[in-house]
C-alpha cells in the first residue's frame, strides 16, 4: 500500500495558488457536492506558506469516508 502523501500526491490537482485563495468555503462546499455528489457537513480551509490553499472537508454522517475514499478513486 502506498503512503497517504503519494496517494494525495496522485489525486490531488495542482491549483494556481494565485487562483485557489479566492475561492471561499461556501464555493468550496458546492464545488464538492458538484464534483463528487457528496454533502459536505462543514469546511476548514488553511492558506499554507507557499500561498495554496488547503480545504478540509467533514462529511455528513450519511456517508462514510472509505466509501466516499473508493467512490472519488484514493482506494
Known sequence: MAPAKD???KVTPKPKPSRLP???QKKIKDAVKKMYDIQAK???T??????????YVRLTPDYVALDVANKIGII
Open 7 to 9: 496517494v494525495a500526491k
Open 22 to 24: 479566492r475561492l471561499g
Open 42 to 44: 462543514k469546511v476548514n
Open 46 to 55: 488553511l492558506i499554507r506558506p507557499d500561498g495554496t490553499k488547503k480545504a
